[in-house]
């Protein structure tokens, strides 16, 4: 089971405003690790959204966002469109003593409705 | 343009070994780079494996550490996974990733499935 919480699911109208939540613990996103978040569209390759907290790689446009704060992060999608569907994870470092390492989220899925 | 490639048998036998390899191209990698493997098992959300280094160096998930083995071939510019004693709970689509070691993947490729099954 994942150790970064997100909601199942959210949805929104084309053009409006998304957030996803991405809930970490002292050991992930509360020491200090960065959030990276991936947009996963059916039958294609997950793709970097954001990395490092907040900064976009090239060609990702800037209606995506993403900040951290305390043990949880966020990205939000701002004019939501009908390509924004699909499954959006945020990704950390854990340093637990049993279980370290790059760790995922548990996944959101976005419907543009 | 930074571009991966699984490849490797899609039925595996439960107790048997996975093998996977990742071809890189447009990119040397003996640059300075972690190369890892990802899972997604059916309905379930990502699971990182383990990387290997452009130096060779290796980095395991601990609680697979037991059963995966991560290596790199520079002169076929690939990087390969071996998974033993599978059972169907491995059964996955299996990605492989570039980490510009920063610790997040900025190029993945496609995606092998991968069934274990009798």
């Known amino acids: 089971q994942s150790v970064l919480t997100q909601p199942p699911s959210v949805s929104g109208a084309p053009g409006q405003r998304v957030t996803i939540s991405c809930t970490g613990s002292r050991s992930n996103i509360g020491a200090g690790y960065d959030v990276n978040w991936y947009q996963h569209l059916p039958g294609t390759a997950p793709r970097l959204l954001i990395f490092g907290n907040s900064n976009r790689p090239s060609g990702v446009p800037d209606r995506f966002s993403g900040s951290k704060s305390g043990t949880s992060a966020s990205l939000a999608i701002t004019g939501l469109q009908a390509e924004d569907e699909g499954d959006y994870y945020c990704?950390?470092?854990?340093?637990?003593?049993?279980?370290?390492?790059?760790?995922f989220g548990t996944g959101t899925r976005v419907t543009v409705l | 343009q930074v571009q991966l490639q699984e490849s490797g048998p899609g039925l595996v036998e439960p107790s048997e070994t996975l093998s996977l390899t990742c071809t890189v191209s447009g990119d040397s990698i003996s640059s300075n780079h972690y190369w890892s493997w990802i899972r997604q098992p059916p309905g379930k959300g990502l699971e990182w494996l383990g990387y290997?280094?452009?130096?060779?160096?290796?980095n395991y998930k601990p609680s697979l550490k037991s059963r995966v083995t991560i290596s790199l071939d520079t002169s076929k510019k690939q990087f390969s996974l071996k998974m033993k004693s599978v059972t169907p709970a491995d059964t996955a689509v299996y990605y492989c990733?570039?980490?510009?070691?920063?610790?997040?993947?900025?190029?993945w490729g496609q995606g092998t499935l991968v069934t274990v099954s009798s």
């Open positions: 990704q950390s470092y854990d340093s637990s003593l049993n279980d370290s390492g790059y760790v």
């Open positions: 290997v280094s452009y130096s060779g160096n290796t």
């Open positions: 990733a570039r980490d510009d070691t920063s610790g997040h993947f900025d190029y």
